[in-house]
């Protein structure tokens, strides 16, 4: 079946540092891609999105490229600041919305210090 | 315009017992998704409402039990609670094949 594989944290970095977050997938025709924001105490928000081979999401200076050949969507940041440490998940659907079931993976929590 | 809201926010039950929790989806929205998010882990899907019907599912036991009402709002409830399923219930509502909105969840602690 489908599956979402990302690193796994806590990331701990300094406001201003680079950050990636990496994840694969394994799944079956082409699924659409998604990362996820968990704030503390709040529930899951779309971050972005790409829906098929070489589309590039972005979103609040974060970006994601799809890339099939490594069956991989990589979230980076140039220059995180304290307020984006959250928990990020990976997710992946087998139709381009997120509407349909999300496969998840297990989060990646970031903490970014002053 | 509210987006999507779940109650309770938490609540506590014993082993064995039963449990109703309610998701109103954001206005304009006709499915509703239900995620069970264990402590440090990922959401995982139980199923999805659309039309009042159960549309996909996924690998839960027949004690997750839901249902969609004619305004959309749904429940999703778990019979005969094991230690297990104390977890974080997310609920997700859109447009049938649209990007989903996630309300904030109900903390669920079997004891």
């Known amino acids: 079946g489908d599956s979402v594989t990302q690193m796994e944290g806590p990331v701990t970095l300094s406001e201003e540092a680079f950050l990636t977050i990496n994840c694969t997938y394994t799944?079956?025709?082409?699924?659409?891609l998604f990362w996820y924001v968990q704030y503390p105490g709040e529930g899951l928000q779309l971050l972005l999105k790409?829906?098929?081979?070489?589309d590039k999401g972005s979103n609040k200076g974060f970006e994601a490229t799809y890339r099939k050949e490594t069956t991989s969507f990589h979230l980076e940041k140039g220059s995180v600041q304290v307020s984006d440490s959250a928990v990020y998940f990976c997710?992946?659907?087998?139709?381009?919305?997120?509407?349909?079931?999300?496969?998840f993976g297990g989060g990646t929590r970031v903490l970014v210090k002053p | 315009d509210a987006g999507v809201t779940q109650s309770p926010t938490h609540l506590i039950k014993t082993r064995g017992q039963q449990v109703t929790l309610r998701c109103s989806p954001k206005?304009?929205?006709?499915?509703v998704s239900w995620y069970q998010q264990a402590l440090g882990q990922g959401p995982q899907f139980i199923f999805q409402?659309?039309?009042?019907?159960?549309?996909q599912r996924g690998n839960f036991p027949d004690r997750f039990s839901g249902h969609q009402f004619p305004n959309y709002s749904s429940e999703l409830n778990v019979n005969a609670l094991l230690l297990g399923d104390s977890a974080l219930y997310l609920c997700?509502?859109?447009?049938?094949?649209?990007?989903?909105?996630f309300g904030q969840g109900t903390r669920l602690t079997v004891v």
């Open positions: 997700a509502s859109s447009r049938i094949s649209r990007d989903a909105f």
């Open positions: 799944a079956t025709g082409y699924p659409s």
């Open positions: 790409a829906t098929k081979a070489d």
């Open positions: 997710a992946l659907s087998d139709h381009k919305a997120a509407g349909n079931k999300l496969t």
């Open positions: 206005s304009g929205h006709d499915t």
């Open positions: 409402y659309y039309e009042e019907e159960e549309r």
